[in-house]
């Protein structure tokens, strides 16, 4: 069954939501220098189209590490120069949303803060795309009003990004919901990313919930990348080190096609 089509999203040169699959990869947390420029060199060479990282991370404690705040902005926006891959990244804060807009290409709106109306519609005027998460526990009515406050912001190039709801307990960390990522791209036109890492909460069930997301009809994927996830500062233990994730790319490759490469050089 062909699936009516959205309006796609640009990035620099990239279409997320046109006819190939873009993958966005990177730490959940950028660390320091060399590990993020050592993530994005081998995520853009295993074919990845964009960058992910978080400067400023919603921690479920207060203890956790909470990000690199601007320093770590500074960074993605190095990692951007040497790779061209355009950065995508969270912003919490009303008040961080210029600064945060100055180096991101896409902002997004985490789960926690689905809910956060003075922020969205503050993203919704920062004149950048956003991605926005789905709330832990959201239905796909307030998902799309989330949206609506974006919109009603002044933007109208947002992704809707599936990351799990929580569900009963199991051994995964939320259950990866696809067939509401499928409606919602239908009813709102939106582009639709699926989130396989933050929905796993473990390395091993990545792969699988990704191919998942894909054959289900996702435009993009969300992926957690580090260079030695055992010693990420955090979401390690969904990390998957960057073998993993050429294998992943290698099994995406066999679903479906990629979108175009990012050319060398490009900002
Ligand atoms: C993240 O992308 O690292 C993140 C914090 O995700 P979520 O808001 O989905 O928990
Ligand atoms: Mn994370």
């Given at each position: 069954v062909q699936e009516p089509s959205c309006h796609p999203v640009r990035v620099g040169a990239i279409r997320v939501g046109g006819p190939g699959l873009v993958v966005m990869a990177g730490p959940c947390a950028v660390e320091s220098?060399?590990?993020?420029?050592?993530?994005?060199?081998?995520?853009?060479?295993?074919?990845?189209?964009?960058?992910?990282?978080?400067?400023?991370?919603?921690?479920?404690?207060?203890?956790?590490?909470?990000?690199?705040?601007?320093?770590?902005?500074?960074?993605?926006?190095?990692?951007?120069?040497?790779?061209?891959?355009?950065?995508?990244t969270e912003v919490m804060d009303p008040r961080d949303v210029a600064l945060v807009a100055q180096y991101a290409n896409v902002l997004q709106i985490g789960a926690r803060n689905m809910y956060n109306y003075p922020l969205l519609r503050e993203v919704g005027q920062a004149g950048l795309p956003v991605l926005l998460k789905r709330g832990m526990s959201a239905t796909m009515e307030e998902w799309l009003l989330a949206a609506e406050y974006i919109r009603a912001g002044g933007t109208d190039t947002i992704l809707l990004c599936e990351r799990g709801v929580r569900g009963t307990p199991s051994m995964a960390r939320n259950v990866l919901d696809l067939g509401t990522m499928v409606l919602a791209k239908r009813q709102s036109g939106y582009p639709v990313v699926a989130d396989p890492s933050h929905a796993a909460g473990r390395r091993d069930l990545v792969i699988p919930?990704?191919?998942?997301?894909?054959?289900?009809?996702?435009?993009?994927?969300?992926?957690?990348?580090?260079?030695?996830?055992?010693?990420?500062?955090?979401?390690?233990?969904?990390?998957?080190?960057?073998?993993?994730?050429?294998?992943?790319?290698?099994?995406?490759?066999?679903?479906?096609?990629?979108?175009?490469?990012?050319?060398?050089?490009?900002?």
């Amino acid at each position: 069954v062909q699936e009516p089509s959205c309006h796609p999203v640009r990035v620099g040169a990239i279409r997320v939501g046109g006819p190939g699959l873009v993958v966005m990869a990177g730490p959940c947390a950028v660390e320091s220098a060399e590990q993020i420029l050592g993530v994005a060199r081998a995520v853009k060479a295993a074919g990845a189209h964009m960058l992910r990282g978080g400067a400023y991370k919603p921690r479920t404690s207060p203890d956790s590490f909470q990000g690199l705040g601007r320093p770590g902005l500074e960074l993605l926006v190095l990692a951007r120069h040497e790779t061209g891959l355009p950065v995508v990244t969270e912003v919490m804060d009303p008040r961080d949303v210029a600064l945060v807009a100055q180096y991101a290409n896409v902002l997004q709106i985490g789960a926690r803060n689905m809910y956060n109306y003075p922020l969205l519609r503050e993203v919704g005027q920062a004149g950048l795309p956003v991605l926005l998460k789905r709330g832990m526990s959201a239905t796909m009515e307030e998902w799309l009003l989330a949206a609506e406050y974006i919109r009603a912001g002044g933007t109208d190039t947002i992704l809707l990004c599936e990351r799990g709801v929580r569900g009963t307990p199991s051994m995964a960390r939320n259950v990866l919901d696809l067939g509401t990522m499928v409606l919602a791209k239908r009813q709102s036109g939106y582009p639709v990313v699926a989130d396989p890492s933050h929905a796993a909460g473990r390395r091993d069930l990545v792969i699988p919930l990704a191919c998942a997301a894909v054959a289900a009809g996702a435009d993009a994927l969300l992926v957690e990348v580090h260079p030695d996830p055992d010693r990420a500062l955090s979401d390690g233990q969904q990390s998957l080190s960057p073998e993993q994730f050429v294998a992943l790319m290698g099994r995406v490759r066999q679903l479906c096609r990629l979108a175009e490469p990012v050319v060398e050089g490009g900002e």
